[in-house]
């Protein structure tokens, strides 16, 4: 709670299942009011978390700090004539996440932003896969992605989803305006609210028989397709 009240950047926190005294009380309280990540779980979860005595509540203190949506898109477009962001639907592997990072950062995003609940946590192994590029990418957290999507249109900034339920493919899409690229989770992909609320869909052509790719690389292709296409604009 103290860490809480010090507005230290924590990602998630592990409650034991079954407590009930009046400060576990308190601290869910304060979980809600401040929109944390939290999960309910067997004691042999948290044992393996930390060798410390935890006292049935672990946190996961962020590594980074997180910038907030409107002044991180105010600063982009004040700075830059033709911003690219990415968005994180609920994306839920921190290794998934880590390589997305890189790439982020290989192909000049100016911003990531993902949801405050169900997405992954920014940890060491996060940082270790995104080889530093954590440390270089501004990432912003929302209440809700859907949001995000309103706020970056408003900005003038067009909302292009990833998705396969579409006709288009990338190579039917203009990405040399500002743009803001949605990628959805690993098992369910983009939400149906986020689509609806997206400016255009595009999908990866697949001519194999497997139907999908890493969400990881599917990201990388399509954040290529807009670097191809702004250096030949």
């Known amino acids: ?8 950047p924590i990602d998630k926190i592990f409650i034991q299942r079954g407590l009930k005294s009046d400060l576990y009380r308190e601290l869910e309280t304060t979980i809600r009011k401040n929109q944390i990540n939290a999960s309910y779980v067997p004691i042999e979860k948290l044992n393996r978390l930390t060798k410390n005595n935890h006292q049935g509540v672990v946190a996961n203190i962020s590594p980074i700090t997180f910038h907030e949506l409107e002044t991180l898109v105010e600063n982009i477009i004040k700075n830059k004539k033709n911003p690219l962001f990415l968005l994180l ?17 290989c192909t000049g995003v100016d911003g990531i932003i993902i949801q405050k609940k169900g997405a992954a946590p920014v940890t060491a192994d996060t940082i270790k896969t995104s080889a530093g590029a954590a440390f270089k990418v501004p990432i912003a957290k929302v ?25 288009n493919t990338i ?7 500002p743009s803001a690229i949605v990628m959805g989770a690993e098992d ?3 939400s149906p609210s986020v689509l609806k609320a997206s400016d255009h869909m595009a ?9 999908s790719l890493n969400v990881s690389v599917a990201c990388a292709v399509f954040l290529y397709e807009a670097v191809r296409q702004r250096f030949h604009s």
Not at 1 to 8: D, G, R, V
Not at 89 to 105: H, K, M, P, W, Y
Not at 171 to 177: C, E, K, L, R, V
């Open 89 to 105: 639907d609920q994306l839920s592997d921190v290794r998934n996440f880590g390589a997305i990072i890189r790439t982020a950062e």
């Open 188 to 190: 369910r992909g983009i």
């Open 1 to 8: 709670m103290e860490a809480i009240n010090a507005n230290e």
């Open 143 to 167: 209440d809700h992605i859907k949001d995000a999507v309103f706020y970056l249109q408003a900005s003038g900034i067009q909302v292009i989803s990833a998705t396969e339920k579409t006709d």
């Open 203 to 211: 999908k990866l052509p697949l001519l194999g028989e497997i139907e």
């Open 171 to 177: 190579y039917d899409i203009s990405f040399t305006a």
